[in-house]
């Protein structure tokens, strides 16, 4: 079933009498998430209650760990509405990177800032390994979360680049291990499964790992390291150095990194809604801010910090919100029409390059290299996302 992001999704709803707005909201709002043993999840499940209170809709959390699925559901089954993702996983997708390659390519809009979510790469608190660069004495295992195509650059590729390993070094030195859900990806470490998994320490799974015999320890990321970070942005270039100071107290003071996570819709969802869900964030966030920490990070005054950086386009519902309230200006529209402009060149690339495909016959897989390939000739040229630093 899908749910209507345009007229049919706004015109089934109950009138929001609560907030004063001339809106029907949906009857059904569905929101996708990561799995239940993540921040986002915990977060979402903290403001969901107040909008229902509030408009009258019936708000559903759906945890989806598989990324790809969740992005399948929101741009092409369309059963959910709004999607919490990482930007980095958000901009790899029109990118069709990894598992995304043989994904339909469609494109997205953020809607709001969910957070500034804090990732480290966390090791057992026994471990002999006391900094990233000791991974490549070799003989090391490193937890490859194959459900996010973004945590598998991030380990497979950024990492090694980090401590200064060629691919093929890597591939002698590291034994990459598979994990199906971030829960397993991230418990892995405490279960002696792996030495080294790539985690968000205000994840709840951490906290319980915190907890375990042993507890757990963090490998710090030098900021100081121009060429470590050189290599690792270039597999992942959404990616925001910083020192943690959120989540589990193991990390606190860790120089590590942050991966912001927003709230994403599809390009064409309806315009009243994003500017009235947007409005609803906004005016709303007193009422719900104290439901989780991630809910204090959804104010207004961080997701404006946020699009100081961001080259993801905004949906058009937030833009015209946001410049009512003076918090978007003229220079603000020329970098997210210029957003505009490079999803719709990756996606109107990747569309040729499937068609292509299959005109020849190509099997449409990303493990398939012959497709891969017509995908790459296709895509050559094109500008990946990074963030504006």
Not at 320 to 348: C, F, P, S
Not at 353 to 377: S, T
Request: hydrophobic share 40%.
């Amino acid at each position: 079933m899908k749910l209507g992001l345009g007229s049919a999704l706004v015109t089934l709803g109950l009138s929001t009498a609560a907030m004063a707005q001339d809106y029907d909201w949906p009857r059904l709002l569905v929101i996708g998430t990561p799995g239940t043993s993540t921040g986002s999840f915990a977060s979402t499940n903290g403001w969901g209650p107040t909008l229902q209170k509030e408009t009258g809709t019936t708000v559903r959390i759906v945890p989806e760990d598989s990324e790809p699925m969740r992005y399948k559901r929101l741009t092409d089954r369309e059963d959910i509405a709004i999607a919490s993702v990482s930007a980095s996983e958000m901009a790899i997708q029109p990118e069709g990177v990894g598992g995304y390659a043989s994904a339909k390519p469609m494109p997205q809009r953020i809607l709001w800032h969910h957070n500034d979510t804090p990732w480290g790469f966390v090791v057992a608190g026994d471990s002999d390994l006391q900094t990233l660069g000791d991974i490549g004495k070799g003989g090391v295992r490193v937890t490859s979360g194959v459900f996010s195509p973004a945590i598998v650059t991030a380990i497979t590729k950024a990492l090694p680049a980090f401590i200064g390993l060629t691919p093929e070094e890597a591939a002698e030195k590291i034994t990459f291990v598979p994990a199906s859900s971030y829960g397993e990806n991230c418990r892995s470490v405490v279960e002696g499964k792996s030495d080294v998994a790539y985690c968000s320490p205000i994840s709840s799974v951490l906290s319980e790992m915190e907890g375990a015999t042993g507890s757990i320890r963090w490998l710090a990321m030098d900021p100081e390291d121009k060429e470590g970070w050189s290599g690792y942005r270039s597999f992942r270039p959404m990616t925001i150095p910083t020192k943690t100071s959120l989540g589990v107290k193991t990390a606190q003071g860790v120089d590590s990194m942050t991966s912001n996570f927003v709230y994403a819709v599809p390009e064409t969802a309806d315009v009243d809604f994003a500017y009235n869900m947007t409005k609803w964030f906004h005016q709303s966030h007193d009422a719900y801010k104290g439901s989780h920490a991630f809910a204090a990070r959804m104010s207004v005054d961080l997701f404006r910090g946020y699009l100081a950086s961001n080259p993801m386009p905004i949906h058009e519902g937030t833009v015209k919100y946001l410049r009512e309230i003076g918090q978007w200006t003229d220079e603000d529209d020329v970098w997210n029409n210029a957003a505009i402009e490079q999803m719709d060149q990756w996606i109107a690339a990747r569309r040729a390059g499937m068609k292509d495909a299959m005109e020849q016959g190509v099997e449409i897989n990303f493990e398939n290299e012959a497709f891969l390939e017509i995908m790459a000739k296709h895509t050559e040229g094109l500008e990946v996302f990074r963030s504006r630093l």
